[in-house]
């Protein structure tokens, strides 16, 4: 089963913040977390592998929830260049990776 | 380095017909693995392989075959293509555990009509 992203779609100003949430219905090993442009490959952005555990990669950082299974995606003071849809990804015991439907976002000067 | 390499990048193809997309990778990644990707459902796992010598099926496997005779190599063959295939393909690999990133190749616009 995919996991489950929200909200689909999000427009933003420059500037403003973000939350894209992630849930699971299955067991969590990793989340992972990859943004793609359109008519491009998916680019990976993080990984998590505890429960708890959050990651920062610039402005764009990460927390993952292993009891709840649950991962959020956050953007702060979002940029043009973060406009995209971010699939989060469940990971496998064997590293096979599970994605959701993506989140559509929109950044607007 | 190259990473991941797909062929080809587009095609056309009738319904019926048979053809191979290709994926090599030379990071001497064991897993690999077929997404492909529809308008609104995200990138769906086809067929994986954690190694050569094995596969085994992921979300969305009817339609398609997979073998994984060498490392570097991992074909998906469309044995009978339908309209229904017409879609974005996505090969990727990664080193074999849960926590590694996965690479993806730039794609393959496979269209059936």
């Known amino acids: 089963q995919q996991p489950v992203q929200s909200p689909q779609a999000v427009i933003l100003r420059e500037g403003e913040d973000a939350v894209i949430n992630c849930s699971s219905s299955?067991?969590?090993?990793?989340v992972h977390w990859y943004r793609q442009k359109h008519g491009e490959a998916p680019v990976f952005l993080m990984i998590l592998l505890k429960g708890g555990e959050q990651k920062g990669h610039e402005k764009i950082s990460a927390s993952f929830n292993e009891k709840k299974q649950q991962s959020s995606l956050y953007l702060t003071a979002s940029q043009l260049s973060y406009s995209g849809t971010y699939f989060c990804?469940?990971?496998?015991?064997?590293?096979?990776?599970?994605f959701g439907k993506g989140t559509k976002l929109s950044v607007k000067p | 380095n190259a990473g991941v390499t797909q062929t080809p990048k587009f095609q056309v193809l009738k319904t019926g017909q048979s053809m191979t997309l290709q994926c090599a990778q030379d990071?001497?990644?064991?897993?690999m693995s077929w997404y492909r990707q529809d308008p609104g459902m995200g990138l769906r796992l086809i067929h994986y392989s954690v190694g050569a010598g094995i596969t085994d099926q992921g979300e969305v496997p009817n339609g398609y075959n997979v073998s994984r005779s060498t490392t570097e190599d991992f074909p998906l063959r469309l044995l009978s293509a339908a309209p229904s295939q017409t879609s974005v393909y996505f090969c990727?690999?990664?080193?074999?555990?849960?926590?590694?990133?996965?690479?993806f190749g730039e794609g393959s616009w496979l269209t059936v009509v």
């Open positions: 990727a690999s990664s080193l074999r555990f849960s926590g590694n990133t996965i690479y």
């Open positions: 299955k067991a969590l090993y990793s």
């Open positions: 990804g469940r990971g496998g015991s064997q590293g096979n990776l599970i």
């Open positions: 990071m001497n990644h064991e897993y």
